[in-house]
């Protein structure tokens, strides 16, 4: 079965964006996966086509309608296999890791929703068991930058997409750890040279030194990985 991304937005132009690119944009031609988007808009009744609504309670801004976010999801649910998570991207969600992106990559797919106001109506996630998702701590103009980095993320891990499985055994998280430097030719650059370890040609000590590397690294810019890893 082919893992499939679902994104609703109101921007469906903005797809596939850096997805048709690349790596992504290889597989999704190879039909790795497959991207369908679903116009939010064409769920409104009005004959404005609006889809927001001032917020209850008052305050900046507007909010997407519960009506016609959930008419959005269910249609999008009739073609989505058995399994299929919907996130809504928020910066208020659980952030993602990359635990939680090899799990997504598992399942059959994603559907996205994506927002581009104030917030949604609670009541639609709540519904329709909608989780919220944050790709950081930072706020976007809307979830559409978002869902193209999880589907980036998840279509990476698919199989035959990397066609190097060695690689993404080694990256960074994988372990748990940042990745060690990498270097290559030439052997010296603006006086900078390549550790002699890794032109020893001693693979246990290679090994050795990038692990210290990792643990080095980690330790000093992500004190938050390294003290989960201590507690494992
Ligand atoms: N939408 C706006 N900001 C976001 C963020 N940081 N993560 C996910 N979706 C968002």
Known sequence: MTWRATVLTLF?????GTLGSSLA???????????ETIDIRDFATDKHRS???????????MVMRADIAAAAIDAARVNAAPGTPTLYLSPR???LTQDRVRTLAQAPGA??????FEGIDQRVLDA??????????????????????LIDACVRLL?????????????SFASGLLEYPHYTRPREWEGRTIPDVLLSGDHRKIAEWRREQAEALTKTRR???WAKLKRK
């Open 128 to 149: 329709r068991n909608v989780e919220e998702v944050s790709i950081g701590d930072y706020v976007l103009s809307g979830g559409e930058l978002a869902a193209q980095v």
């Open 111 to 116: 559907i996205l929703l994506c927002g581009r």
């Open 12 to 16: 469906p132009e903005m797809f596939p």
């Open 159 to 171: 199989p035959g997409v990397a066609g190097n499985e060695g690689s993404l055994a080694e990256e």
């Open 223 to 225: 004190p938050d990985l």
């Open 93 to 95: 969600g659980t952030p």
């Open 25 to 35: 944009g290889k597989a999704l031609a190879d039909g790795k996966w497959a991207l």
């Open 51 to 61: 889809v927001d609504d001032t917020p209850a309670g008052g305050g900046a801004g």
